[in-house]
């Protein structure tokens, strides 16, 4: 069957969130999420106006989604790749690629040099995007931080 791949819109918001769930929830992460907490954190991505989500569909079935968005910095702009994830049985079978290439060449046509992203050491995750040309910047400082808005 032939793969399409576009723009993540809000009708598709309840069937990624689905996808997030189920893929999440299985090796290496068994994470669980509230479908709702789901729905909400892909909605306000849709919302906002650098949100830059894609998405890839199999006949009318959702397979893989890309989450993220555009920002500025000194050197231009990047695209901040927050979560790619694509259903288990369609995985290791050039979904995730397919998905990633055309995010490159979308952003390459609208002038985005560069994609940015963090992911867990050690997974799967990891050799998927070694294997699709992403690298460690080897000068890399930075350290992630998570603080708390509540006092």
């Known amino acids: 069957m032939t793969k399409r791949v576009g723009r993540l819109s809000a009708t598709d918001i309840t069937a990624a969130a689905q996808l997030y769930q189920t893929v ?3 090796a290496p992460w068994f994470e669980t999420h509230a479908l709702p907490d789901v729905s909400q954190y892909i909605s306000r991505l849709l919302a906002m ?3 830059r989500c894609y998405a890839i569909w199999e006949a009318k079935q ?3 989604v890309a989450l993220g968005f555009s920002r500025p910095w000194h050197r231009g702009v990047e695209y901040q790749l927050l979560d790619l994830f694509v259903a288990a049985d369609q995985q290791k079978k050039g979904v995730g690629t397919l998905l ?5 060449a ?3 046509a609208v002038d985005i040099p560069h994609i940015i992203l963090e992911t867990d050491k050690g997974t799967p995750a990891e050799q998927f995007y ?9 000068d890399q400082r930075a350290l992630t931080l998570v603080s708390t808005t509540a006092r």
């Open 62 to 64: 959702l397979i893989g």
């Open 49 to 51: 106006n650098t949100n």
């Open 24 to 26: 999440f929830s299985q």
């Open 130 to 138: 070694y294997h699709n040309g992403f690298t460690v910047q080897p």
């Open 106 to 108: 979308d952003l390459s």
């Open 100 to 104: 990633l290439e055309t995010i490159k």
